[in-house]
């Protein structure tokens, strides 16, 4: 996958936005929430003590903690695994929920953290039931790009599942590579895969960004 979309995606984690509440929930409640989110991922973005080589990490886990107060890892995790999920016990998934969630925030910190401004142009939403998809373009100086959020009713808020960017699912993409490892070799080894990752992340190398060595995104 390219660097464009890699920094897309970034931007999309950190540019949430969530439709107006449904009407079981309290009117205003998802905006306001979502533009807290945002306001806080600004705030720690822009802080220039924040940005000081000294603090680097605490910085990137303030801003994992707000983003995934937002993204549904277990969902995330449980569609990108599709119908390896019901093979697993409570355990199993509890593990690979933390190992997928450790590897996208790897995947992704340094673009997160690369935002720049790029502006997030909303164009309509559509509702079902206790699902929602939001329409937006990702603006740059130089281009832009068609990006939807999708975001489930949980718990009297929306939390976001997936986001599909220029018609490039993230989740379907981890399905897909997920998959071929699995039927390659074995769940173990997948497994095996992401933990050895998640203990790679603070080594101080460059760092592949898939369980595979591929880069995340489209085979």
């Known amino acids: 996958m390219n660097r464009v979309w890699q920094v ?4 999309a984690m950190t540019a949430l936005w ?12 998802a905006t306001e929430a979502v533009r807290g989110t945002i306001d806080e991922v600004i ?4 802080d220039k ?32 695994l599709a119908a390896q999920w019901t093979k697993l ?6 593990e690979f929920v933390g190992l997928f969630r450790s590897f996208l925030t790897d995947a992704y910190a340094d673009k997160i953290e ?14 079902e039931g206790s699902y929602a998809e939001v329409r937006t373009k990702l603006l740059s100086e130089k281009t832009s790009y068609p990006m939807d959020y999708r975001l489930m009713e949980k718990a009297g808020d929306w939390v976001v599942y997936d986001i599909v960017v220029d018609g490039i699912s993230l989740v379907r993409n981890y399905r897909g590579q997920f998959e071929r490892i699995i039927r390659a070799e074995s769940y173990a080894a997948l497994v095996e895969k992401l933990r050895k990752k998640s203990k790679d992340i603070a ?13 995340p995104g489209p085979s």
């Not at 705030?43 to 822009?46: F, M, P, V």
């Not at 690369?114 to 509702?127: D, I, P, S, T």
Request: no cysteine; net charge positive.
């Open 203 to 215: 080594a101080p190398k460059t760092r592949t960004s898939t369980p595979d060595g591929a880069q």
């Open 114 to 127: 690369g935002y720049a401004g790029e502006q997030v142009q909303y164009l309509g939403e559509r509702l």
């Open 43 to 46: 705030r720690i973005l822009s």
């Open 49 to 80: 003590e924040m940005k000081q080589p000294a603090r680097h990490q605490e910085r990137r886990k303030l801003l994992e903690s707000v983003i995934w107060s937002r993204f549904d890892d277990r969902e995330m995790g449980k569609r990108a």
């Open 89 to 94: 016990n409570e355990a199993e998934r509890e």
């Open 18 to 29: 969530l439709v107006p509440a449904s009407p079981s929930i309290a009117a205003g409640s």
């Open 8 to 11: 897309i995606i970034a931007v």
